[in-house]
Each structure stands twice: as C-alpha cells, then as structure tokens.
C-alpha cells in the first residue's frame, strides 16, 4: 500500500492549461493571495458579488461560539429569487436553465423565466399545503425537473428540504421521514432507469404506513406526487395529491420573502461510523456563497455561452450544490438526465454530450472507470469537441482513469478539476483551477482561494510535505455543515472533538502531501466505505445482515475494486438451523438480496461470505481491518491483539 502510494507520489506529467485556455479564462491567480491576505473580506467580496441580498450583511463571520459558526448572519435573502427571479430582472428569462432528456428520450427545455414561474406556482402550492417557514418537506423523486423545482419551491418558503435518493428503500426513507419530521413528501408514480419504469410511490406508501408503536405518530400530512412512470399506485384518499392536479392550476405570482442568512436550507442524510445516519444540516447564506463561487470559478464558467452537466443524482450533495444550486445562482445553462449511463446504448451519455453541446462535464470516477473497460471505441463514435473542462468527484481518481478521462473525453486538451469535498462541507474545498493549475493526474491538489486545508498527525501536528496524515480543515468556511439534525453533541464528536485544542475540522479522510505540497487523497479513515461514490456505512449494512432471520452475526468491510473504489464485502456466521436447511450458494444470494431490499441496491454485498467465527479483539470489537486483508487477497496483518489468534487462519480457510 504503502510502496504504490510512493509512487503515485512520483507522477512526473503535469498538465499547465493551453495560452488559449488561460486567454479566455475567468479564473485569476491573484484569488489566492487576496484570500490569504484576508480571508473574511474575500468571502465578503465574493458574497456581494455572486448573490444579491435583500439585507446587505455587515459582519462576515461569527466564530465566538465555535464550532456552530454563523456566516454573514445579519444579511438577509430568498435562495430562490437568487436562482430565479433576478436572472429574469436582469433580461435572461429566456435562456435555458434546464435542458432535460428522460430515458426514453423524451426531453424539455426550460427557461429561467418558465422556472421561475413553475417555482412560484408550486411555492402557492405547498403554501396552500400548510408548509412554512421552517417546515421540513421530503422530496423523493426521480432526476425530473419537478426535483429541482420542488427544492426551490421548499426553500423560497424558508422551508427546509431533504432529499432522499430514490434509489433507498422504504425503511431508509421512513427513518428520514421521522428523524426530521416532515410535514409533506414529494414523489412520484415512478421513474425510468435502465430501460423499464421503477416504481417509487410503493415506498412511500410503506414507509408512511403501520404506524402503531410508540412515538410512531406521522407527521406527515400529504403526499404530493409527479406522474412520471405511468405505472398503477395505491392512493390514499385526503393524503395523497397529483402534482398535476394542482400546479399547474396555481397562481404564478408569489413574492419571495427575504429570510435571515442562518435559515436552514436542507438536511441530508449522511452515512456515519457508528449508529444511524447524521441529518446533515446546511443553512442559506453561506451555502449559496461558496455554491455559486466554487461553480463559477472551478469550472471556469461563461453564463451566456457554456453548457453545463454534472451526471450526480439530486439524492447526493453533488446534486444539491452542481445541478440545483450553484448552476442556477449563476444563471447557468445545464442539462440534466433521468437515466442511467448506459440506456438504451452504451454511448447514451456521449450522444448527450454531442446533441446538447456540452462544454463542462462532472462525473466521478466509478462512472470513468467503466467506461474505460467498455472501451474508447463507444465515446469516440460522438462528436465531444464541445467539452472544455472536466470535472471528477466522489473518490479518488487513479492516474490511469484521469489519464483516459482527458485523452478520450477531453480530447487530450480539456483541464480536469479533480474536487475533493463533503456532504458536510457543502462545496468544493480543494481543486485546481482550470485556468490557472498546472494539474497532475491523480491528485486534488490545492485549496480553493478562501479554504484552509492542511495534514495532520493524531495529535494535530502538520505533518510537511512528502508525509502521510489526516486531513483538516483548519479555517471555517462559509458552506460548513451548521450541524446534524437534532443532535449538536454529535456534531462536535464526530467532526471536532479529535482536534479540539486547534479547534480543527476533522474530516475522516487520509491524506498525503507530496514534495510540491499538493494533496493527495487515500480514502476513508473509518469505516465508512464509498462505493461508486456513495457513502454506506459498514454498521449500517452490518445491522441489516443481522435483521435477517438466518444470520447470528455479520461484519462487513470496505475492500478495493477496481469499478466500484470500494465494494461491500460481507463475513457472516449463519444460524445452525439454517446452514442445515439450506444450500450455502441460497443463503448467499438471499443476503445479498436481503441488503438491497432493506437499504437499496447500492449497498448490496458484492461478496458475502459464510464463516463460523468472526476476528474480536478482547473488548469484543470485530477487527474489520483484518477482514479487509482478506477481502483484498493480502497476507492477514497483526492478529496480536485477537481473542482467539487462530480465528484468522480458519477465516482465510473458508473463503478459499
Ligand atoms: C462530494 C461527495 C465525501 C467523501 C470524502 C472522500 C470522498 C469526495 C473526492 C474524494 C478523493 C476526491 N471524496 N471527493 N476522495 N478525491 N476528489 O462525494 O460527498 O458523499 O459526502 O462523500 O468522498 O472520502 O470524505 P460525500
């Protein structure tokens, strides 16, 4: 592990942008010494210039009851009107915002005064819904454009959104549903994915039904529901509403209110090491701050000229900042796309690419390295001479992959921003700037102007360049989580405890700085695994291997792949009665069935393995770290601090 990092850290190529890329980029190299000169009036500046607040803020930052920072907190705004209503003022109303393509091919253009006006008639909607400032609404739905306007339309209120993915079960939705007490949940019939309808109200259905046992009361009152599949659904009479049958019926006319620059704007959930997922909570002002700055400058974006595709799901925090906030606060042109990346035809992206002129592309890794083992023959039949900048995220991008990425998609020219960030820091952190960076396949390299970022040891120490550590975060930064949905003490353990003394941000990632000092990631420290650039937590899947019937035990662990980063691999130990009853072979794919029911495909087991004991230390603590040896073919490191040290060898055994 150590040797291969060694040499990644030995990457010669370095890639300056072309004098033609630099001549046309808004990006300037000054940004990093203003910012570094003072960082609070440059994000003083950048709040000034990128947003229009109804309040102007006198005070940039509030750090006095650390960490629970406050951003500009005096100012007051509509996140709407700013992705909105101003475009229309300014005489943009009839640029696209949305170019949007459904899976089977059906598509819709819309303009940011036909936005405007969908959100304000579904604002007059969910006001006549009883939802208001403060409320919490669910949106479960599929990558539509009613996904986008639901967002606005929750936030123009000062109402709070989460998003679920649709790709989450019905428990998964119902424990979100409750933990942030949502008042509405907007979904729809279904949606396409790979070629058929998936169905999502069924879902919705079950997570809001059985509500028996204690401290069980729904608070949701309505189900607001987009018809999208076309497919049958239960209804539930006084609860349930079509979407058609009221918005387009409600009045267009709805002034959005200024609200205080703390107001929440959205919860969403986040796996965690231990317990259920943390409610992430991020509020207005700050996040529409470094949204709309990290959007502009990361991608060096011209408003009136360039197409913009970022391929994450709404459910995810790339979709919050890169499909609905950043692109619409800069008054962006932006495609976005239902499906998946290979329905009907494996170069579906690339006809995408080619039929709307897209000239910034942001996908993540998981996605580059598949389509590297299909092969460069399937994107070169589309014309991509559109792109001028790629974006990566999610994981980290090996050099292979970022080395195909910018001969096959960029044609060998195009700048890749490899972007390192969090759900919890709300937007990019660290990232080259196309027209500045002399970038370097493989590492995020640099902190944005106005983020500090560095590596440290256990105790909080930098580490230096050419050294391995954790990395921090070590300013506040305007786009920072404001904490996790009713549990402040959780915020501080899990985020700001470990450096306490320096008042540093933990961010749970390793790090390395190499000889240059640019960053290179190496993945998660704790057990939190990223699969295609998804977040699961082992505890989580663990749980759900144990709630089936025929499991005594289970661990699960994070092992490298080669498509995915990291795949979920299972060790469990069946119940006696079972493993005399059934096939090894059936109870295998039972589990892993089990998983994708109970949590969503995603975290479905890519290997689960039968086993009669599990690695414990003394204090009963299963030794993942050992399985994860296993899991990657390695030879099984220290067993020292193991119960039973011959536990291992006996493993090893049984998964040969
Ligand atoms: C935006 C997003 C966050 C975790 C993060 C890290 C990993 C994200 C990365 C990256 C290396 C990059 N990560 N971007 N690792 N290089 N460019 O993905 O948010 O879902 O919360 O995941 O993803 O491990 O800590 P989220």
Redesign the pocket.
């Known amino acids: 592990m150590s040797s291969q990092i060694d040499h990644l850290l030995d990457e010669p190529r370095r890639f300056p942008p072309s004098p033609e890329f630099v001549a046309q980029s808004i990006d300037d190299p000054t940004m990093y010494d203003r910012a570094a000169a003072d960082r609070e009036a440059f994000w003083g500046e950048q709040a000034r210039e990128l947003l229009t607040w109804s309040k102007p803020f006198t005070k940039v930052l509030d750090w006095s009851n650390a960490p629970f920072a406050k951003w500009f907190d005096d100012g007051e705004l509509n996140v709407a009107y700013n992705c909105l209503d101003r475009h229309v003022e300014a005489g943009n109303g009839d640029r696209v915002a949305i170019h949007w393509e459904g899976e089977p091919g059906d598509s819709r253009s819309i303009t940011y005064a036909e936005l405007t006006d969908e959100v304000k008639r579904t604002a007059n909607v969910l006001a006549g819904l009883g939802v208001g400032h403060g409320d919490r609404v669910a949106i479960y739905l599929p990558m539509i454009p009613e996904a986008v306007i639901s967002m606005l339309a929750v936030t123009r209120l000062g109402a709070i959104h989460s998003v679920v993915f649709g790709g989450f079960s019905a428990d998964s939705l119902r424990s979100r549903i409750d933990d942030a007490g949502a008042k509405l949940v907007i979904t729809a019939d279904g949606g396409w994915r790979k070629g058929r309808v998936s169905a999502l109200k069924p879902a919705v259905d079950q997570a809001l039904g059985d509500r028996h046992g204690e401290g069980e009361q729904a608070t949701v009152e309505h189900v607001l529901v987009v018809k999208r599949g076309g497919n049958d659904v239960d209804w539930t009479e006084g609860r349930d509403i079509w979407w058609h049958d009221v918005v387009p019926q409600a009045s267009a006319e709805h002034e959005a209110q200024a609200f205080p620059a703390e107001n929440p704007l959205f919860i969403l959930y ?1 796996s965690g090491t231990t317990g259920r997922p943390k409610g ?1 909570l991020h509020t207005t002002g700050g996040y529409l701050v470094q949204s709309a700055y990290t959007h502009k400058y990361v991608f060096d974006l011209h408003p009136d000229t360039d197409v913009f595709w970022c391929t994450a799901d709404i459910g ?3 979709g919050h ?1 890169y499909v609905t906030y950043g692109p619409l606060a800069n008054g962006a042109t932006q495609l976005m796309y239902e499906g998946t990346p290979d329905s009907p035809h494996p170069g579906r992206w690339w006809e995408l690419i080619q039929k709307y002129g897209v000239t910034i592309f942001y996908t ?2 998981t996605a580059i390295r598949s389509f590297m083992k299909t092969g460069r023959h399937i994107p070169q039949q589309f014309d991509l001479s559109s792109i001028r900048v790629l974006g ?6 090996n050099p292979e992959a970022w080395m195909w990425y910018r001969e096959v998609i960029g044609a060998g020219t195009a700048p890749i921003v ?8 709300g937007a ?1 952190m ?2 080259p700037l196309p027209g500045v960076t002399a970038t370097k396949p493989g590492s ?1 390299q640099v902190p944005l102007p106005g983020i500090s970022v560095d590596v440290a040891d256990d105790d909080g120490n930098e580490v230096g360049n050419g050294k391995g550590g954790l ?1 921090v975060i070590t300013r506040p930064w305007p786009a920072m989580l404001r904490g996790i949905w009713g549990d402040p003490e959780r915020f501080k353990e899990t985020y700001w405890n470990k450096f306490q003394d320096r008042g540093y941000y933990f ?3 390793g790090a390395r700085l190499d000889e240059d000092g640019d960053l290179w ?4 420290v704790d057990d ?1 695994m ?1 699969v295609s ?3 699961l937590s082992t505890t989580e899947i663990e749980s759900s291997l144990v709630a089936h019937e025929a499991t005594a035990e289970a661990a699960v662990v994070g092992a490298n792949d080669e498509t995915t980063g990291q795949a979920v691999v299972a060790f469990v130990i069946i119940k006696q009665s079972y493993l005399d009853q059934h096939s090894p072979e059936g109870l295998v794919s039972q589990l892993r069935a089990w998983v994708g029911e109970q949590i969503g495909p995603i975290a479905r087991p890519r290997d689960v393995y039968i086993v009669n004991e599990l690695p414990k230390t003394r204090s009963g603590k299963i030794m993942r770290r050992l399985l994860r040896d296993v899991a990657e073919g390695r030879e099984v490191g220290d067993t020292t601090t193991l119960a039973d040290t011959m536990v291992m060898s006996t493993i090893s055994d049984q998964v040969k």
Not at 392 to 397: C, D, H
Not at 418 to 425: F, K, L, R
Not at 521 to 524: A, D, P, T, V
């Open positions: 986040t992430i995810w925090v790339t900042s993540a890794p990566s995220v999610g994981e980290p991008i490899d972007t390192w960030w969090q759900t919890e820091t990019i660290v990232s995020a990395l961010a749970g990632d990631l190496l993945g998660r939190v990223n650039g998804h977040r």
